[in-house]
Nanobody, 121 residues
Framework: FQLQASGGGLVHVGGSLRLSCAAS????????MGWFFQAPGQDRDFVAS????????EYVDSVTGRFTISKDNVKKTVYLQMNSLKPEDTAVYYC???????????????WGQGTLVTVSS
């Protein structure tokens, strides 16, 4: 099972980016897809999650109303649309897959390589 994240970059405050995470391999064994972010010197923290087979979606409070997680089951790809970006959103963003459900990094078994998002003021 592999995850390939892309879409990071440099944007100004208030700008938007869309991250993508393409899954390949035995995707049926991973029912939940999540996005995490990790700022320098900080822990890897939960951003959002979505399930392949239902409409259950979760967000951390700090991104609610600004970020939208979505999926394309045919393409096996999960997206994170990030709007109204703030300097504090600057981090490496990771996609991850889990066979259970949760908001802790330890709940996720597979990880993509990370993509850097930089928001300049």
């Amino acid at each position: 099972f592999q995850l390939q994240a892309s879409g990071g970059g440099l944007v100004h405050v208030g700008g938007s980016l869309r991250l993508s995470c393409a899954a390949s391999g035995r995707t049926f064994s991973r029912t939940v897809m999540g996005w995490f972010f990790q700022a320098p010197g900080q822990d890897r923290d939960f951003v959002a999650s979505i399930r392949w087979t239902s409409d259950i979606i979760e967000y951390v409070d700090s991104v609610t109303g600004r970020f939208t997680i979505s999926k394309d089951n045919v393409k096996k790809t999960v997206y994170l649309q990030m709007n109204s970006l703030k300097p504090e959103d600057t981090a490496v963003y990771y996609c991850a897959a889990s066979s259970i459900s949760g908001r802790r990094a330890g709940d996720y078994e597979d990880w993509g390589q990370g993509t850097l998002v930089t928001v300049s003021s």
